[in-house]
């Protein structure tokens, strides 16, 4: 009795799914990578435009005597305001509609247009970025390392060098690598899908 209940449950597993089932499924796997990244995009330009907020309030607060502070801070101000600019057009790519009447060639064409962006992003474009960032922190705390003890002044720039060296080298090609490949499989699972779909009509 129980080989048989295995035997109808091995064989049952091994049935292939429908495809109109698959189709769907594969779909809305799409859709919620879309979301994700759309979430963790609007997070990420939240949190820029919060620091941005904060440090010219802060500058407003704490003045600065050295002009090399107040360049730092326009510098950081720029970066983050190319950025933003510069990638706001990917919400609109991932809050695309994706229901029913969207089809796997629409899916297809908007996922190749993210991953066309999400390269122009994590190339040149982010080497401006990061170094107008590294080139406005580094300006902005020159002041305020030439008011602390010596320690502290060598130790937050010990720790601002590290920082430079682990984000560059380590945290960017993770983030760039974790994003691409979602966005890679997506795209080789559709093609294999329009594939699929074509040669059945």
């Known amino acids: 009795m129980d080989m048989n209940t295995d035997s109808l449950s091995t064989i049952w597993h091994r049935q292939p799914v429908p495809e109109a089932v698959a189709q ?3 779909l809305a796997r799409i859709a919620r990578v879309r979301r994700k990244a759309y979430w963790r995009h609007g997070r990420m330009v939240l949190l820029l435009i919060g ?13 600065a005597f050295m ?3 107040k360049i730092g801070v326009a510098l950081i101000d720029l970066a983050i305001l190319l950025y933003v600019v510069a990638s706001s057009d990917l919400i609109f790519l991932w809050i695309r509609p994706s229901g029913k ?3 796997v060639s629409d899916h297809l064409q908007e996922m190749v247009k993210l991953k066309q962006r999400q390269q122009f992003l994590f190339g ?4 401006i970025y990061f170094l107008l960032l590294l080139a406005g922190l580094t300006l902005y705390i020159i002041e305020y390392t030439l008011r602390m ?4 002044a060598v130790t937050t720039w010990v ?8 984000f560059w080298f380590w945290v960017r090609p993770r983030q ?4 691409m490949d979602k966005v890679d499989a997506s795209i080789a699972e559709l093609r294999r899908l329009a594939g699929q779909l074509h040669v059945s009509s």
């Open 24 to 26: 769907e499924e594969l």
């Open 176 to 179: 760039i690598r974790r994003h």
């Open 67 to 69: 002009l090399s502070t």
């Open 124 to 127: 040149r474009f982010y080497l």
């Open 159 to 166: 720790l601002t060098g590290a920082w430079t060296v682990i």
């Open 51 to 63: 620091t941005l907020v904060y440090m010219n309030v802060l500058l407003s607060y704490v003045p």
């Open 149 to 152: 003890r010596l320690y502290l």
């Open 101 to 103: 009447d969207v089809t």
